[in-house]
């Protein structure tokens, strides 16, 4: 029995009277799509939303009874990667955007948000805020800025771009982003480059999940349908904080509500261990044992299901690659099954974990037993702190595979089946190039790019970068040992220019040459799309100041006329500053934003407006374009008006879609003995592109659609892993591989313990919340976790500070004594610790520092060693908004992460976050948010960790599984040199990975 939800007495009443809809028949129309009827009201009536006929002219009450009346503009929130629709409330009498609630035209978000949503206003009237484009004027990093035009930046960086471009030195041209929030729009301009030079923080964020993800099956992101699952799995505190949190948080209480049950895993008693049916509190780095523990139990207990699995798993290539004298069939492949996880068993598990074995069995039970309806879900929690973690997600989709859940109604799809795909204007070919700093020899399974590792390639002279682009992206902040981060940003021989495209001042800011302002989600274009259920959702972000001058009837040529001060957007300034790196268009970049509606003047382009951009994209969409016309609009007015669109609904089971059975008849295709439909000579199974095309899978004699992996099925077992020379089970299947954070590797006598840094507060938004009162006065630390035993055995007490000694240095916190988190660890959450450097000179242009929630601290620096103490907290100041005078806080936090080594795993590349630290009760000279920290030091871990890699070419000297996902991707047919070790690097050095040292880019390494 899960719950089952009590109405209060008060609830039943107001649904007698039609106060409340009934609970289940909103729960039904909320699955099936957005109600109409439950909104809907005239001009100051009781509503749930205003109705869209009324967002041009809405007229409402506020607090002291005056009628306001609004012009409602949607627009996407970008406050997380959910995308939730946002609703903006414009006062027609200002023009000013005066507060901002849920958009209810979302199918992912429903007109609900969570705090960040609306707290977007504070970021918009941060007093603080950057309003102008800034250039240093002074040594990078001292802090001396002088305002300079949109034209003078674009000019400069355009020419250094050309120049690298020219000099085929492309790569040298990075551009780095933390918060994405668009759909290929970036790919296609970087495509338009030429150049491989994308990098995202995947690598400290979902590269281990995604990995252990992508070997099953290519999709490298689970979408579950938790609204309709009968029992749903957790691994972390997804429910109130995690990825997609506020759509995911909405079906997951719908599924509970319905009966379903919740097991979360989690070594803390969050919120979402509270409210869950059962905790499982794991050691960290034990999830995947657990996960193969439950998988033994349905498999002894037969609670499989057969059909999936004999059709849709590729367990004959498994016997015949790895167990050649057993007979090929099915029943072979259970006993083989149960013969490799034997040693998994509950006891074990419990011995690794520490959770009840009986618990254990009881959730396999209950797994086995939903069979279809299970879904579960991980993002980054134990498959991003552990070495090994990619296996915690292999493990858990192990147990989807097993139950036949993948897909299904109220199971877990791949995510790409719940993604739009845009179809874009003008679409330049894919770049040829490979960035060895981006995507090294050694690690060829990396998801994705070695971003982590950035400072310490530049240190080690694997290359240098000309033009670098930050993009809502602080790594000072939010990666580990961001000293290191400061050490190569501040070399200007390593990076040549570097341009910080942020909404808010931030601890990488600091040290760019360009600090230029882009928008907060109400003040910029992008669409997106997430995998928030079972269906496919498309949201426009726009600039609803733009937008409402445009309903005004003003002309707006770029949205910085529109914008508070000049902050501009990403997208035009791509395009304009993609112009201006190719003004003849002898580079064959121009054509690219050229627009796709206005033809050429003689030999003079016309440019592409964000308006023709967009109208381009939606008009490519059926489903919008039928939408549109039944109200009378353009695609693209619907979109300006909505804010959003469904573009499809209840995908499940795609990959049983039939594929044309003409096909099988056509010359060079064939079905090779698993099953797999052909297209081609060869059956390469890992390097796909090298051999045959997949074209699908037969099943009971019908051609099917599949899975985009080399043998279209589920991979059980990764013959990829063995081409790469990676042959052992724990590479080649779901295995358990021992944690750097094992007990085993932990000296608890000598007063070591494990660190859990990876936790979320649900009201912080990395580095983009430090400018939000809302926001900064519900959270504004972040102290040590520890057990009461743990805290009795140091002689701690809740607020007493302590000291945690990392690998390379310290930090100081206070502690928070707690019974709910096991003994043995500590943890702290990964946001707060914001901080702005004492400046001893005044300047011309002050730099910011979101006074609601950075400290200001003193840095200290010889040579390789580092230290910072916080000299002055938070409290209030003088503003245009009378809040700042009202701040009763003064704390800030502590930022950890400057102080945690580099961990990268040396298959999926992702940043390992957990770690050894010793924890002390603080020295009499400490003082709270001290830190220290030796770079030295973490340069030679980075290098323990680089000896963990091989770096050894694959078949044929590929550098990376083909068939694996990788963002902007050089083509993998045709011309495809750049996949291959002596393909082109795009910079004047290779690197040869074997002797560790750059050769000249035309020379070649020796194992090659
Ligand atoms: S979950 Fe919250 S922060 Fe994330 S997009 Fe939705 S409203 Fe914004």
Redesign the pocket.
Known sequence: MGHEYELSSIERIAEKVGLLSSRSDDTTKQRQGRDPDIRKAGNGGLASYPDPEQWHDWLEYDSSGEPQNYSLVPT?????????G?LTYIDKETGDIRKIE?NPEHPG?RGR?????PATINQIEDPQRILHPLKRDGPRGSGAWTRVSWEEALDDIASRMREAIQDDRGNEITYHVGRPGHEEYMDRVIDAWGVDGHHSHTNICSAGARAGYGLWHKYDRPSPDFANADFILLLSAHLESGH????HAQRIMEGMQEGGELATMDPRLSNTAAMSDYWLPTQPGSEAAVLLSMAKTIIDEEMYDELFVRNWVNWQQFLDQEHPGRDRTFEAYIRTLQDIYADFTPAYAEQESGVDAGKIEKVARKIGKTGSQYASYIWRSAATGNEGGWQVSRTLHFLSVLTGAVGTEGGTSPNAWHKFDPHLPNEPPRQTLWDEIQLPPEYPFAHYEMSELFPYFLKEGRGEVSVYFTRVFNPVYTYPDGFSWIEALTDEDAVGCHVALTPTWNETAYFADYVLPMGHSPERHDIQSQETHAATWVTYRQPVLREYAEREGEDVEFTYEANPGEVWEEDEFWIELSWRTDPDGELGIREHFESPYRERDGDDPAKMTIDEYYRYLFEQEDKLVELAEAEDMTPLEYMKHHGAFEASTNDYELHKEPLDPDVLGEDDVWVDDYGTIRRGEKPAYASESDGSEVLGVMVDGEPKRGFPTPTGKQEFYSATMAEWGRDEEKYTLPHYIKSHVHPENIDYEDGEMVLVPTFRLPTQ?HSRSSNSKYLEEISHNNPVWIHTKDADRLGLETGDLCRIETDIGYYVNEVWVTESIKPGLVAQSHHMGQWKIAREDETEIEEGGDSYGKVTVDLDNEESQWGMRQVDGIGPFESTDPDSERVWWNDGGVAQNLTHAPHPDPISGVHAWHQSVTVRPAESDDYYGDIYVDTDKAFDIYREWLDKTDPSAGPNGLRRPKWLKRPIAPPTSGEDDAWYRDGPVGRDVRWDAENRTTVAADEQSDDD
């Open positions: 996407a929130c970008f406050n997380c990667e959910a995308g939730c946002l849920g978000s948000n969570c705090a960040k949503g997609y949190f506020n759509p938004i």
